[in-house]
């Protein structure tokens, strides 16, 4: 099962400033959107196909993961480590850090799609994919200066919250929804019989609607208003660094596996 569990890891995305407690409200015409973006890359799972994961990923999660793996590959862990703590005697170009960049993403790509290559040969087979109803939907903007303007609006109008898409927020600002999965898979036993599992899960979808940049680039890489996915197994305080005003209690749905008939 730990196969599975890679794989299912790997692949992999109305507001918490409404409420200061972070209670998530009905989801909206976006969130379903997000839903239906999700689904459409139902055929590359059930086949197995990993490199999807990659192309679809957050980019700041992608950039985090390809210099992740990066630093383990055997004689480069020094160099990383000079360029990281600024003691590689030059600084690094932006043409050269570009071209390193994209050699670590296509890396971390060609990793993916080796795991799905030995899922199947392993005989492992997704029957079934499907993304459900979004469960939860938070706006988030990326400056922590939203949620002080949301309290001081909330002590002006005797304890009533202003909603994020009511402040005229000129920052950066985020979309985060919360989209339940449900896989279907079976794997070979070593009595040759197939075991069937149904694998409950979610993940997150992403999208910027209001980009920050500085000299005219998008630091965060990402095209206004395109949906984003993150695998739900990522840690929250890895969220928060992308979105900083994201609660910590995110609504989640009940995961788990269970065997099928």
Known sequence: MQGMKTFYTLAATVTALAS?????APVSSAAREAQAEANAFKGAVLNCDMS????????????????RLASRTPGQEAAN???????????????????RMERNIRALKEHYVRIGQQMKQAGFKVERYAVGTPMAEYILPHS?????????????????????????????RSRLVV???????????????????ERRDFIYAVRD???????????????????????????????????????LDIARPDTGERPLQ
Do not use: C
């Open 20 to 24: 200061i407690t972070a209670e998530a």
């Open 52 to 67: 999807w994961a990659v192309d679809a990923m957050y980019p700041p999660l992608k950039w985090t993961l390809a210099d």
């Open 81 to 99: 480590a000079h360029r990281i703590m600024g003691t590689a005697g030059s600084r690094e170009s932006d043409e050269v850090a570009r071209r």
């Open 144 to 172: 922590s200066a939203a949620m002080r303007t949301v309290r001081n609006d909330s002590r002006r109008q005797g304890g009533r919250l202003t909603s994020a898409e009511h402040l005229n927020w000129k920052g950066g």
């Open 179 to 197: 989209l339940p999965t449900v896989m279907w898979y079976s794997a070979p036993t070593e009595s040759g019989r197939r075991l069937r599992v």
């Open 209 to 247: 609607e209001v980009i920050e940049s500085t000299n005219n680039r998008n630091y965060r890489g990402t095209q206004l208003n395109k949906w984003y996915f993150i695998d739900g197994n990522t840690d929250v305080n890895t969220l928060r660094s992308y979105f900083p005003t994201l609660p």
